[in-house]
């Protein structure tokens, strides 16, 4: 893959449009956008802000354009769908282009096709954020999973799966002088579809020590392993529960449940969630909180990005217990326990190592504690603009054509020819 030096502290001041067709600090992934522009305008950079609005406001941006502003007013994403307010939102932020001066164009899925088209014509570096796999792969994995359990798509996988939607994505790829992929799973299925490694470039997510801190443990308490997400097939929570009714941990420890379960998800797991030692503790606000309680994080993803729990977790000193689909930033045995997915044999095998040897379970906190600070929001920061830089040496001009001619069927859940 691409790769950059370490000059993102020290290197001249860019200038960048960044472009997000959301609500920039909203949930998802309005933080990881927000983090960015934040710490994009704290290293020096100059960043000129396209947004559909502000839920968290950047301090020291240059400009900001609100691309559903019209006439001083702003027309709400539900009146016109999201499918328009994205084409109206890359029309936007396409225009700022064509009138600024700009090192480089950082757009979000579905949303910059035209800007990245016209960056590619004007010789500026752009680059795509890849939050998950390719979207056929994604598209792939998921309706598999979804197979094997005996559960109807969801509508909104089913629209991931439309052919104009693959389409669009396939042409943001494309058109991007690089892709920017958080993790080796999201590089891996760029690379599966074809794709040259000089054109991915990795950079990574992060957390907010202000919010996540190391907690004090009480001296005495059961041992606690907890989920924090969503509970749907894609996250995994099934194979989590298996792993867990079939450990040690699971006779005399505890496992929390963090977030909403899909009601049909819900019917398929009754069973499993139907134990003393399970607890659903709902959605939360307050991750901090959770991870004081927990010693492990369970996360056996079957497609991620980069799931920010995993950061946040090692931030915490909760060892990461994960899939390779997680996209966590862990080294096998040194700071976290990685298992393949769909494995829940191998993710209960490490939840008995670490139930049965609380030293092993010491050393990987304290490992995940020492690399800490190389998970920060503000350690993500240096490594964007590293990413920036590594595009800014790539050839913008040459239109890149699609490594194949395959497209995603949503009927039957494959990519065919």
């Not at 225009?95 to 010789?123: I, N, S, Y």
């Not at 997400?229 to 009714?245: C, D, I, Q, S, T």
């Not at 139907?274 to 056996?300: E, M, Q, R």
């Not at 049965?356 to 906190?365: G, H, I, N, S, Y």
Request: aromatic residues 8%; hydrophobic residues 45%; neutral net charge.
């Amino acid at each position: 893959m691409g790769a950059a030096g370490n000059s993102g502290a020290g290197s001249a001041s860019l200038s960048i449009l960044y472009s997000f067709p959301g609500a920039i600090g909203g949930p998802g992934a309005g933080v990881v956008a927000w983090h960015q522009v934040n710490q994009l305008v704290r290293l020096g950079h100059d960043v000129t802000l396209v947004v559909a609005n502000v839920a968290r406001p950047v301090v020291g941006i240059r400009a900001l354009v609100r691309s559903l502003d019209v006439v001083g007013r702003m027309i709400p994403e539900r009146t016109i769908g999201r499918a328009r307010a994205y084409m109206w939102h890359d029309w936007r932020a396409r225009r700022v282009l064509a009138a600024g001066a700009f090192d480089v164009v950082h757009t979000w899925p579905l949303a910059g096709a035209r800007t990245l088209e016209l960056a590619q014509r004007m010789g500026v570096a752009g680059v795509r954020e890849a939050p998950g796999s390719h979207i056929a792969v994604a598209c792939t994995v998921v309706s598999r999973e979804y197979a094997r359990l005996g559960l109807e798509i969801p509508a909104v996988w089913s629209t991931f799966g439309d052919v104009d939607r693959l389409e669009l994505e396939e042409r943001e790829y494309d058109a991007a002088t690089a892709l920017l992929v958080p993790s080796d799973a999201v590089a891996d299925s760029f690379l599966s579809r074809g794709y040259d490694s000089s054109r991915l470039v990795r950079h990574q997510y992060g957390f907010d020590p202000s919010e996540i801190r190391v907690p004090v443990f009480e001296k005495e308490h059961p041992f606690t392993a907890v989920f924090m997400g969503r509970g749907v097939p894609r996250k995994g929570l099934h194979y989590a529960l298996r792993a867990w009714l079939s450990s040690r941990a699971s006779e005399t420890g505890r496992l929390l449940i963090y977030g909403e379960i899909d009601e049909d998800y819900r019917e398929q797991v009754a069973k499993l969630l139907d134990h003393p030692s399970i607890f659903l503790c709902g959605p939360t606000k307050k991750p901090a909180t959770a991870y004081a309680k927990a010693d492990v994080l369970l996360l056996p993803s079957v497609e991620e990005g980069s799931a920010l729990v995993t950061y946040e977790a090692q931030g915490a000193g909760v060892v990461p217990l994960v899939s390779t689909a997680s996209g966590a930033v862990v080294d096998q045995g040194v700071n976290g326990l990685i298992h393949q997915p769909g494995d829940p044999e191998e993710l209960a095998a490490h939840l008995d190592l670490l139930f049965d040897q609380p030293r092993v379970r010491e050393q990987l906190r304290r490992a995940a504690l020492a690399r800490a600070q190389e998970l920060t929001w503000t350690a993500a920061g240096r490594i964007l603009v590293d990413a920036y830089l590594s595009a800014l040496r790539q050839p913008t001009e040459l239109a890149y054509g699609r490594p194949t001619e395959r497209v995603w069927s949503a009927r039957n859940g494959s990519a065919v020819s």
